[in-house]
T-cell receptor, first 113, second 109 residues
Framework: DTGVSQNPRHKITKRGQNVTFRCDPI?????LYWYRQTLGQGPEFLTY????????KSRLLSDRFSAERPKGSFSTLEIQRTEQGDSAMYLC???????????FGPGTRLLVL | EDQVTQSPEALRLQEGESSSLNCSYT??????LFWYRQDPGKGPEFLFT???AGEEKEKERLKATLTKKESFLHITAPKPEDSATYLC??????????FGAGTRLTVKP
């Protein structure tokens, strides 16, 4: 399968714990995006990488959130001191340089108790 | 600020009953308008990209059209397997996409 992959697919955690999600983009894509989606809403942009450089961050990305893409391949999204309001589906997408179309992974569903 | 509004929120059709979904947008410098299909618990699946007013694209029972202010997703003779949420998104001068809330389509056999 050469699509975008995300792990884990599901995560249940207690409030105050830290969680980390991983995204592996389509291999030839050098752009990678993170989105958050809550029930009944469309995805909301969080952040964007071109290769290893983080070029854009949404104001939704509070200081408890950090994303990395250390070698320009896979990316991680960490949430520190989770809150119940962080419960959502976290989606990763990738695209090629000059290609506007973004291809999404299956998402990681987070539930904070 | 870029805005995307989809209507209706939900649509129930009988199998074979054709209809259209609407996506109205306000954006400065449209780079692309995108349609995705999303099944429950899964990530959005890419359908179409439209770049300029007057453009049309088709795939099986789906046809997407674009004007300067809105896009339509026409579904011809839908089948139960077309049941899903259909998302519209726009991309402007930056690289992120702004999504609408989606239209939940249910096709009854």
């Amino acid at each position: 399968d050469t699509g975008v992959s995300q792990n884990p697919r599901h995560k249940i955690t207690k409030r105050g714990q830290n969680v980390t999600f991983r995204c592996d983009p389509i291999s030839e894509h050098n752009r990678l995006y993170w989105y958050r989606q809550t029930l009944g809403q469309g995805p909301e942009f969080l952040t964007y990488f071109q290769n290893e450089a983080q070029l854009e961050k949404s104001r939704l990305l509070s200081d408890r959130f950090s994303a990395e893409r250390p070698k320009g391949s896979f990316s991680t999204l960490e949430i520190q001191r989770t809150e119940q309001g962080d419960s959502a589906m976290y989606l990763c997408a990738s695209s090629s340089t000059g290609g506007e179309t973004q291809y999404f992974g299956p998402g990681t569903r987070l539930l904070v108790l | 600020e870029d805005q995307v509004t989809q209507s209706p929120e939900a649509l129930r059709l009988q199998e074979g009953e054709s209809s259209s979904l609407n996506c109205s947008y306000t954006v400065s410098g449209l780079r692309g308008l995108f349609w995705y299909r999303q099944d429950p618990g899964k990530g959005p699946e890419f359908l179409f990209t439209l770049y300029s007013a007057g453009e049309e694209k088709e795939k099986e029972r789906l046809k997407a059209t674009l004007t300067k202010k809105e896009s339509f997703l026409h579904i011809t003779a839908p089948k139960p397997e077309d049941s899903a949420t259909y998302l519209c998104a726009v991309q402007a001068g930056n690289n992120d996409m702004r999504f609408g809330a989606g239209t939940r389509l249910t096709v009854k056999p």
